[in-house]
């Protein structure tokens, strides 16, 4: 078994702003990754390699408590929220607060999700500062990589783009950096996606209301993964089949923390369906 923790949940999230206790929380997450998730020593790897190497599917674990020891290393790996970063008048990481117990051997990722508030402000100190956010998630302990989410409007492309280009420009040769995608994104052929610096894309085919089928993957960023959620069986469907060309990694959301029952039909290539709907 190991033990992925976070923060304490009591952790003071004005204290957040201070450098001194952001950097005690980042080294508290750190250590228990460090101590209980161990990883193999990888040797840099091109794209195509890393992208290979991740399992069949890959559970979603927000910012919840997660006990995912059932879990079978050979098909599941987990995309772990690792911290947000909020955007003002200044940058606020916050660490993952809750606990999450994983098999050993599991595929990892780190996850960061950026939100940009009304006061947000787009300039080289901003850019610098989310750049560094997403590396201090990078440079976690035996994970394979990174992901960022960040639902970027139009006019937030370019600060997105540069930030992307500075954590790129920072990772070890081979390590995987990788986006999740609004659908819109991928059914551009040729559009603002395509000169990203990142390894994948995963498009969000879940949450899109009278929207649903109306997109076609053509970004190549986006055809090696899928992403969908437990309680939209019908969207599963028309995701899963958009494509017989290839066999994505799907990336699985739950509205609330996995169970058991779930994670026993994944480990028999199920994918489970939850019709209690989101909290």
């Not at 992925?4 to 997450?29: C, H």
């Not at 081979?174 to 991928?186: H, N, P, Q, Y």
């Amino acid at each position: 078994m190991r033990y992925i923790r976070g923060v304490p949940a009591s952790f003071p999230l004005s204290g957040l702003k201070k450098r001194g206790a952001l950097n005690a929380a980042l080294l508290t997450l750190a250590l228990f990754l460090a101590a209980n998730l161990r990883g193999d020593n990888r040797a840099p790897r091109n794209s195509a390699t890393i992208l290979a190497a991740a399992p069949p599917i890959v559970l979603w674990a927000w910012e919840e408590p997660e006990d995912l020891r059932a879990a079978d290393p050979a098909r599941l790996g987990v995309a772990f929220l690792a911290e947000r970063v909020f955007l003002g008048n200044q940058v606020i990481i916050v660490p993952r607060h809750q606990r999450i117990l994983v098999p050993e051997g599991i595929w990892a990722e780190a996850v960061v999700r950026i939100e940009p508030g009304p006061g947000f402000v787009d300039n080289e100190t901003t850019r610098r500062a989310t750049a560094d956010a997403v590396l201090r998630a990078a440079r976690l302990p035996a994970i394979r990589g990174v992901e960022v989410d960040f639902d970027a409007t139009p006019p937030q492309r370019a600060f997105y783009a540069d930030v992307l280009r500075q954590v790129r420009a920072a990772l070890p040769p081979g390590e995987r950096l990788e986006i999740t995608a609004l659908v819109s994104w991928c059914a551009q052929p040729q559009g603002w996606m395509e000169t990203l610096p990142i390894d994948a894309a995963v498009p969000m085919n879940f949450r899109l209301g009278q929207h649903i089928g109306s997109w076609r993957v053509e970004e190549p960023l986006c055809a090696g993964a899928v992403g969908i959620s437990t309680d939209e069986p019908d969207q599963q469907q028309l995701a899963l089949a958009s494509d017989s060309r290839i066999r994505p990694t799907i990336y699985l959301f739950a509205p609330r923390p996995w169970t058991a029952g779930q994670l026993s039909a994944l480990n028999r290539g199920q994918i489970p369906q939850d019709t209690k709907g989101v909290r």
